[in-house]
T-cell receptor, first 115, second 110 residues
Framework: DAGVIQSPRHEVTEMGQEVTLRCKPI?????LFWYRQTMMRGLELLIY????????DSGMPEDRFSAKMPNASFSTLKIQPSEPRDSAVYFC?????????????FGPGTRLLVL | SQQGEEDPQALSIQEGENATMNCSYK?????LQWYRQNSGRGLVHLIL?????REKHSGRLRVTLDTSKKSSSLLITASRAADTASYFC??????????FGQGTILTVHP
């Protein structure tokens, strides 16, 4: 299995620019999660989808953040406009909701630096 | 807010010793999971214990859960240098949502 795939792995951008992070979940998984990890705030859940439908976006920090899941094999997290405080590692994870094991499988992360 | 609070925040031991990490949580959970993160990498699932279970083993890992105290512990026996990583507990709901703690940084010296 390829595991959860995220791209890009590293992104450096300037304040005000649009940033798009991409995620391909494990085939057959029906739940997808976006997390943000920083030293100050730890690992925060931003949003999660079940069967491509957003279930809980209460962790999305503000309107500058948006996420979509147009199909079962692809999701994007967009930040527009980006700010330096958005610098963090963004993880995507997928799982099979309703199975015996609700474990999540994490991608390698996208390390974002906003200058 | 973080569901789990790990204790200690950092732990340094010698190879061969046992490592114990504790986690407390605040709200009702369906299960409690432990994950490991190597520096610069994604999280890897280690073990899951359900709310109706009290103890679970997997290889060198032993997890306990006390729902009355809203706490869990992770024991790694006979630690190895390769166990050096950050360890996170996460409370899981029946909807699959996980809320992670701040983590414990474990360093195992050869």
């Amino acid at each position: 299995d390829a595991g959860v795939i995220q791209s890009p792995r590293h992104e450096v951008t300037e304040m005000g620019q649009e940033v798009t992070l991409r995620c391909k979940p494990i085939s057959g998984h029906n739940s997808l999660f976006w997390y943000r990890q920083t030293m100050m705030r730890g690992l925060e859940l931003l949003i999660y989808f079940n069967n491509n439908v957003p279930i809980d976006d209460s962790g999305m920090p503000e309107d500058r953040f948006s996420a979509k899941m147009p199909n079962a094999s692809f999701s994007t997290l967009k930040i527009q406009p980006s700010e330096p405080r958005d610098s963090a590692v963004y993880f995507c994870a997928s799982s099979t909701l309703g199975g015996q094991q609700e474990t999540q499988y994490f991608g390698p992360g996208t390390r974002l630096l906003v200058l | 807010s973080q569901q789990g609070e790990e204790d200690p925040q950092a732990l340094s031991i010698q190879e061969g010793e046992n490592a114990t990490m504790n986690c407390s949580y605040k709200t009702s959970i369906n299960n409690l999971q432990w994950y490991r993160q190597n520096s610069g990498r994604g999280l890897v699932h280690l073990i899951l214990i359900r709310s109706n279970e009290r103890e679970k083993h997997s290889g060198r890992l032993r997890v306990t859960l006390d729902t009355s105290k809203k706490s869990s512990s992770l024991l790694i026996t006979a630690s190895r240098a390769a166990d050096t990583a950050s360890y996170f507990c996460a409370g899981g709901t029946s909807y699959g949502k996980l809320t992670f703690g701040q983590g414990t940084i474990l360093t195992v010296h050869p």
